[in-house]
C-alpha cells in the first residue's frame, strides 16, 4: 500500500504529537508531523470554546462610543449624546485603512501559545515520575495530575 494514501487519523495525529512519551518527529513523515501540528493547534484552540474560554477580545468600552462634541445645547445635544452613547464606533460609516478594517486580535491564540509553551517547558522530572515499572509513561495519571496546569491539553486529551 502506498504510504502517501494510509496515514494515522487525525484524532491519532493529535494524541501522537501531544505525547511526552515519545517524539512525534521520530516516527512520524515531515508532513504528518506538520499536520499533526497544525491539528494539535486547531484543537487546543477548539478546547477554548468547549472550556468557555473568551476566544476574541473584548473591545475596550471606550472606543465603543463614539465621541460626541458640544456643539449645540438643549434637546438636540441631548439626544446626540444619547445617540452616539448607545451606537458603536462604526456610525462614520466603513473605514478604509487596513489598520481600521482589521478583527481585533485573538486572545485565544495567546493561551494557547501560553498552554503550548508550558506544555513544552513541562520539566522531565515530572514527566518521569509517571513512568511506571515497566518504563511506560501513564499519560492520563501525569494529565490527570495536571490537568489545572493544562486545561486545554486535558480537554483535547479526553477527545483523543
Keep these: 500500500m502506498n504510504g502517501d494514501l494510509a496515514r494515522p487519523s487525525n484524532s491519532r495525529l ?93 486572545v485565544d491564540s495567546e493561551i494557547v501559545t501560553d498552554e503550548v509553551n508550558r506544555w513544552l517547558a513541562l520539566s522531565q522530572d515530572k514527566i518521569n515520575s509517571f513512568i511506571d515499572d515497566e518504563g511506560m509513561l501513564n499519560e492520563f495519571a501525569l494529565l490527570y495530575d495536571q490537568k489545572d496546569l493544562f486545561p486545554l491539553h486535558c480537554i483535547v486529551f479526553k477527545q483523543v
Design 14 to 106: 493529535v494524541q501522537c504529537y501531544m505525547s511526552k512519551g515519545y517524539p512525534a518527529s521520530v516516527y512520524l513523515s515531515e508532513a504528518q508531523h506538520a499536520l499533526a501540528r497544525t491539528l494539535y493547534l486547531q484543537w487546543l484552540r477548539q478546547a477554548a470554546v468547549i472550556a468557555n474560554i473568551k476566544t476574541t477580545a473584548a473591545p475596550n468600552a471606550a472606543a465603543k462610543r463614539q465621541k460626541t462634541v458640544g456643539l449645540f445645547r438643549g434637546g438636540i445635544a441631548a439626544e446626540a449624546r444619547k445617540a452616539a452613547a448607545e451606537a458603536p464606533l462604526m456610525l462614520a460609516g466603513p473605514s478604509t485603512s487596513a489598520a481600521d478594517s482589521a478583527p481585533a486580535p485573538a
